[in-house]
């Protein structure tokens, strides 16, 4: 995939979205939302990127949300190691925080706004490629001790604008613990996806991901399995995620690890890989 020859100005802002009536029903109409999760090392991030740019081919705007603190999404997208330094997280950008919410990041305690102006983020500090705009959240000081500072006040009503009022394709690449998510924009959200691999420990973290989604009113959470070997691998998840539902499988491909280690995305390195990505996007789209 062709990359811009450079990153989006960081010093403008971009044209405000017009508000979106969003009506579920009839996805010919309606942009799809999906969210991507799964425990680390289990390929979300080449599930996001792989939907990404299927979804981008067809002639989509796509917004591709980088909510994992360990971002790799970039990377997955082809977008350049130099490029990728230009790309600064969300919640690193101190002088938009203090404008929007009234406050300096980091700051707990004080007062501050919790519904800050966002609808001119992606255009004014994504990264674009092609029909892609990635945009990388980071990751908050403070809220990773449990204080709700202006910088994640920011990132939450960020994501909900993303899912509940933009007409963009959005896929979200989110860690497993979904702290981003509120009630509000988990319900926004079309497609919970949670990727699996085989082995108990990525089971029991679908597991612990299914309860929390389910706890913000997710009602539908589906499963990707990656890395597959043999046929017993899928009936092996099958079996084990009986409440969730099934998406497809992705088969483990050398290919796919050597295209990481060479930058580049995972399209480019397995038309094997692409396919199953295809036929999962067809499945998840007759479900909903």
């Known amino acids: 995939m062709a990359k811009s020859s450079r990153p989006i100005d960081e010093t403008r802002f971009g044209?405000?979205?017009?508000?979106?009536?969003?009506?579920?029903?009839?996805?010919?109409?309606?942009?799809?939302?999906?969210?991507?999760?799964?425990?680390g090392g289990v390929g979300k991030t080449t599930v996001s990127a792989l939907l990404s740019h299927i979804y981008a081919k067809e002639g989509k705007q796509v917004i591709a949300v980088d909510a994992d603190p360990d971002a790799n999404?970039?990377?997955?997208?082809?977008?350049?190691?130099?490029?990728?330094?230009?790309v600064k997280p969300i919640a690193e950008l101190t002088e938009l925080i203090e404008e929007r919410t009234g406050a300096k990041p980091g700051t707990t305690g004080g007062i501050f706004k919790i519904n800050p102006r966002v609808d001119d983020i992606p255009e004014?500090?994504?990264?674009?490629?092609?029909?892609?705009?990635l945009l990388i959240m980071g990751k908050s000081r403070s809220a990773a001790s449990g204080c709700y500072c202006p910088e994640h006040a920011l990132l939450r009503r960020l994501l909900k604008h993303l899912i509940v009022e933009r007409d963009e394709i959005v896929i979200v690449d989110m860690e497993a613990g979904i702290e981003h998510l509120t009630?509000?924009?988990?319900?926004?959200v079309d497609a919970f996806i949670v990727v699996v691999e085989p082995g108990q420990r990525s089971i029991q973290t679908a597991l612990a991901v299914k309860d929390l989604a389910r706890g913000l009113g997710v009602k539908r959470v589906f499963v990707i399995s990656n890395k597959v070997r043999k046929e017993e691998d899928i009936t092996f998840l099958k079996d084990e995620l009986i409440d969730l539902e099934f998406l497809g499988a992705i088969s483990f491909n050398d290919s796919i690890m050597e295209s990481d280690i060479q930058g580049r995305p995972p399209w480019q390195a397995s038309d094997q890989t692409l396919n199953e990505a295809l036929r999962i996007k067809s499945t998840l789209e007759s479900l909903l």
């Open 124 to 133: 004014g500090f994504g990264f674009r490629i092609e029909n892609i705009t």
């Open 183 to 188: 009630r509000g924009t988990a319900e926004g």
């Open 15 to 39: 044209r405000a979205c017009l508000p979106v009536g969003r009506v579920r029903g009839d996805l010919k109409g309606i942009p799809m939302k999906i969210a991507v999760t799964g425990k």
């Open 73 to 86: 999404l970039a990377a997955a997208l082809g977008i350049s190691r130099q490029d990728i330094q230009h």
